[in-house]
């Protein structure tokens, strides 16, 4: 079985916009800007690579609560491909991150951890379905990290 993981360093190039799903599950998107230094022949080049993430349940409400614009974040999650369909029938392909985990980089800022209490479980949730008929891509298997 192969395995889709990435991780990415970057920043935040717009804050997180917190959506609910009929069902009342929360999901964030952002975007993320991840730039690379390199040299060639001596002369330093520079490219900028931009990504969507999505966050499901608490990650993706405690995302919208911490990160603004401009916050350097690492998120570790896996690559899908959706296909969806313009107002004008044009047929388009997305590329996103969905995260399984979200933190500031601490390499040039600090943070303050503050635990959120247990809301019932939600890694035992049923997946539900979004407005847009997109199958919720979040796996559960949360645990308890303190």
Same mark, same amino acid.
């Given at each position: 079985?192969?395995?889709n993981?990435i991780t %990415?360093?970057?920043?935040? #190039?717009r804050d997180?916009?917190l959506?609910f #799903?009929?069902g009342?599950?929360?999901v964030?998107?952002?975007?993320?800007?991840?730039?690379?230094?390199?040299?060639?022949?001596?002369? =330093?080049?520079?490219? #900028?690579?931009?990504?969507?993430?999505t966050? =499901?349940?608490? %990650?993706?409400e405690?995302a919208?609560?911490?990160?603004? @614009?401009g #916050?350097?974040v690492?998120?570790t999650g896996? %690559?899908?491909q959706r296909?969806?369909t313009?107002r004008?029938?044009?047929k388009r392909?997305?590329?996103?991150v969905?995260? &399984?985990?979200?933190?500031?980089s601490l390499? =040039?800022?600090?943070?303050?951890v503050e635990?959120?209490?247990? @809301?019932?479980?939600?890694?035992?949730a049923?997946r539900?379905?979004?407005?847009?008929?997109?199958p &919720?891509?979040?796996v559960g298997?949360?645990?308890e990290?303190?």
């Open positions: 079985m192969s395995e993981s %990415l360093v970057g920043n935040l #190039t997180p916009e959506r #799903t009929t009342g599950r929360g964030a998107s952002f975007g993320i800007a991840v730039g690379r230094r390199y040299q060639v022949n001596g002369e =330093w080049q520079e490219q #900028t690579s931009y990504f969507n993430i966050a =499901w349940g608490q %990650l993706g405690n919208a609560a911490t990160f603004t @614009k #916050t350097r690492i998120v896996r %690559l899908e296909e969806y313009t004008e029938g044009d392909t997305a590329i996103e969905v995260a &399984d985990e979200i933190g500031p390499r =040039w800022a600090t943070a303050q635990r959120q209490s247990s @809301k019932g479980g939600d890694s035992a049923p539900e379905t979004s407005s847009n008929n997109s &919720d891509p979040y298997g949360e645990e990290p303190f």
